[in-house]
Structures are given as C-alpha cells and as structure tokens.
C-alpha cells in the first residue's frame, strides 16, 4: 500500500495513537488502513465413501490435486461460500455439510475452514478453474501430489474420523509456509 | 475505495475478466482490490463455574457487557488473537484454550471464532477498551444488557454444555444485523 484509498494522498507506515502496531495511516485524511487475515472455505464432498478432488488449473500450485475451496467473499457465510467454490470449481453440490476442520496459518495470514457433506448425486464436473475431477478412495489419494498442507490434513482427519464414524471439528495451526513441509526443506 | 492504494489513480466499481462480481479495479496500473470478511476472535474465560465479562469502553455498544475479542491481526492464529485480545481488554490469561464457537455474520462480512479456556488463578483487570470487569455466575449474567448477538449465543451453549460437562464447536448463522435483534425491532 502506497496511496490512500479515500483521498489518493500518499500514506505513512508508524504505529497510530492508541495502537501498538504499525498500520498504513493517510495522515492528510486521517483513515487508518487495517490489514487482516483472509478466510478460504471449502468442502470435503464425500460420495459412497469417496471424497471428491480437483486438480488445479491456475497456479499456486497449478497441476496438484485439492479439495474445492477459495476466499470468502463479503455478504456470504462460511457454508454458503464453501458451496459456491465447491459448485465453482468441481460443478458439484454438498448436501448437510457440517464445518469439519479449522486451520491457522499465520504465516500468510489466512484461516482455512472446510465443511464435510455428501456429494448430491455422485455428480461433479470440471469448473474453470480445475483440469479434472475425480472421486477417491482412501486408498487411491495422489498424496504425493497435493497442493496444499491443510488438503493433506483434512483428509487424513477424515480418514481418522471415518473409522469412527465420528467427526469431532478439527482445529489446529500450520505453522510452516507453503512449499516447505517438513521434510521436504 | 475511490483511489487506488497501489497508483494512487482512481478506481472503478465493474466485474473483472474472468470473474463473476464487481470489484474495485484500477484499470491505470490493472490491480484487483478484492474486499474480504474480516475474522473477531475471542475468549469465553471461566474461573470456578464463573464467566469473565467486560463492560464496553467504546462504541459500538459501549456500556455494554461482553466478551472480550477483536479483530485478528495479520501474522497470528486466532487462538493467539484470542488470548491477546482477552490480555488487552481484560488484563487476562487463560489456559488451554479450545475453540468453542464459530458465527458467520455474512450482513456485515465478519466471521466470530471464541476460545473457551480457564481462567489464569482467576486473575483480571480493566484495559484501555474496557469499563469494568467482572466475573458471573450463570444466574447473574446480565442477559438485557449483554453487546452482541454472538456474546449471548456463546453463554448460552457454554451454559447448557456445562450440564454434560461436553463442549462440542458450535456454528451458527446470525443473519440478523447488530441491534436488530428478533422480538426488538
């Protein structure tokens, strides 16, 4: 951020009177910028215990398996925008999806929330975004081959939680950056 | 937004390429300005069956009771947002926290997260947001004069779960705005 947003004026980056952190300030209209995580919901879309993956089409990590989600967008609930991106990306819709896992990643300051649901139909397609579509078993994941951390975990939660069939909500902090999972530098 | 935060030029209101809703775009240096929910986190204290509430210092809702949370800020989880914000506001710590509540509140674009955890050897203050705090039994909480929907909503699954002594996450939509509460106009 280099300009004000309300008045086109040039902004400062210091620590505002009755703060304690440093905050993009406009001190010609006095607006104080705030910055704050973004929130990406999406779906775990289970059919016949089958759960329903995209391979991505844009990048980041274009060419790697995911579940649909994307960022929340203003005026809709979490469920409601992890619909829309199920319904985006893989043509498909969840019926009764309950919220599932909650992850912090601070690093890049998002929270990711996925809703468990059964796949309507058994049907899905291959949205502008995805290359492909696919339902898996447990036992065919692309593990390998996944695009993100919070993908991997919620699956492995699932499969955890299936045996069961219990599905307690999931919350827990991924501390490390994308692309550098431990192990793998 | 009338300016760009990037040029400083102005922006426009339309619908990107390859998009589906309006946003504000510049279309001198072609930056998207995409506009997200913003995330509040908080804390459901408890020492001794009792429940830490604080008294608003400022608007909205000041001279009202609440728990305290916040805004989360960038480069924290929202566990950490929760225990800063009870620090700041209440002067307090708690330990192992667990997250209890989650609220969508798609008519003003905020998702609310609380933590329930215990409160430190039952130990608060008054912070610079904050009137007076207190601890209250179930039977004393002041129920007409409490700030937000999701304060009430969050006593009242803490209290009816403390009877089971199980404390499952709970989500909810509240789709009715702040201070239009049903049966209140």
Redesign the interface.
């Known amino acids: ?11 400062v980056f210091k620590i505002p009177a ?1 703060d304690n ?1 440093e905050r ?1 300030i406009c001190e010609h209209c006095d607006t104080i ?7 990406v919901v999406g779906c775990l879309p289970v059919y016949q215990g089958k759960i329903l993956l995209c391979l991505r089409a844009i990048e980041p990590r274009k060419g790697y398996w995911t579940l649909p989600a994307g ?10 925008g992890a619909r829309r991106e199920t319904l985006e990306e893989a043509c498909a819709s969840v019926s009764e999806p ?2 599932y896992t ?1 992850f ?1 990643l ?2 890049i ?1 998002q ?1 990711y ?1 996925f809703y468990r649901g059964n796949l309507v139909d058994g049907k899905y397609g291959v949205g ?1 975004e995805t290359l492909e579509s696919g339902l898996y078993s447990p036992e065919d994941i692309p593990w390998q081959r996944l695009a993100f951390p919070v993908v991997g975990q919620t699956l492995r939660f699932y499969i955890e939680d299936s045996q069961r069939g219990e599905y ?2 999931r ?1 827990e ?1 991924i501390s490390y950056p994308w692309g550098k999972r431990p192990g793998k530098g």
Chains 1, 2 share one sequence.
Do not use: I, W
């Open positions: 951020m280099k300009y004000c947003c309300e008045c086109g004026k040039g902004v009755d952190r993009f910028h705030y910055q704050n995580p973004r929130v960022f929340m967008e203003n005026g809709e609930s979490t469920e409601e309950q919220l909650v912090d601070p690093r300051s929270v929330m502008a307690p909500v919350n902090v």
